[in-house]
């Protein structure tokens, strides 16, 4: 069992659609987080988790919505997203986010998202 | 403002050794992180240094200059399967919880 699972692995959605991403982490961590990776791009950070509180919203659009139930789950729901949004999506996780060593990233496998 | 810099492709022979080098313009350093990501894969973490040296784990080895804002990762006796991304992240204690900025990778193609 791979320490962060995402699904689904490959999405495709109309740009009037509603979708929602899914990650679990079995590592016991603290900080879970969304990063955006696209081609040519550096990685990109959209959303930080710590204990379940929202703690960088890293000004996101409005149509990614994130939802971080308890510190083993975290959601992204996507809605009205546009072309440019197709990318791959990354969920990882650290065992906490206040900086050190402990802030080394797990990720998942990731969801390539082609928004048509 | 940040900053990372990396080149953006290498290539270099099987069995040879291979330096890739980031620099980075951060307003304050609270450590720096190298990652791996093979193609269509997710990224996996290979190194952290926040005090100035090397730090050798195996046949890879990571320094850190805190003055000149400089990192390498050095890989040694290259196989086939180290052909990857590699990404240095620098962490600033300036900025909200969690947040590394990547550089944009540089992408390593090992030949025979």
């Known amino acids: 069992e791979t320490g962060v699972t995402q699904t689904p692995r490959h999405l495709v959605m109309g740009m009037t659609n509603k979708k929602s991403l899914k990650c679990e982490q079995h590592?016991?961590?603290?900080?879970m987080y969304w990063y955006k990776q696209s081609a040519k791009k550096p990685l990109e950070l959209m959303f930080v988790?710590?204990?379940?509180?929202?703690?960088e919203n890293n000004s996101v659009p409005s149509r990614f919505s994130p939802e971080c139930p308890n510190s083993s789950h975290l959601f992204l729901h996507l809605h009205t997203l546009q072309p440019e949004d197709s990318a791959l999506y990354l969920c990882?996780?650290?065992?906490?986010?206040?900086?050190?060593?402990?802030?080394?990233?797990?990720f998942g496998s990731g969801t390539q998202l082609s928004v048509l | 403002g940040q900053n990372i810099d990396q080149p953006t492709e290498m290539t270099a022979t099987e069995g040879a050794i291979v330096q890739i080098n980031c620099t980075y313009q951060?307003?304050?350093?609270?450590?720096l992180f190298w990652y791996q990501q093979h193609a269509g894969e997710a990224p996996t973490f290979l190194s952290y240094?926040?005090?100035?040296g090397l730090e050798e784990k195996g046949r890879f080895s990571s320094f850190l200059s805190r003055s000149k804002g400089y990192s390498y990762l050095l890989l040694k006796e290259l196989q086939m399967k180290d052909s990857a991304s590699y990404l240095c992240?620098?962490?600033?204690?300036?900025?909200?919880?969690?947040?590394?900025?990547f550089g944009d990778g540089t992408t390593l193609t090992v030949k025979p």
């Open positions: 990882a996780s650290s065992q906490d986010s206040g900086g050190g060593p402990n802030e080394k990233l797990f």
């Open positions: 590592l016991g961590h603290n900080a």
């Open positions: 988790y710590s204990l379940e509180e929202r703690v």
């Open positions: 951060t307003s304050g350093f609270n450590g």
């Open positions: 240094n926040v005090l100035d």
């Open positions: 992240a620098v962490r600033d204690p300036n900025t909200n919880a969690g947040k590394s900025t």
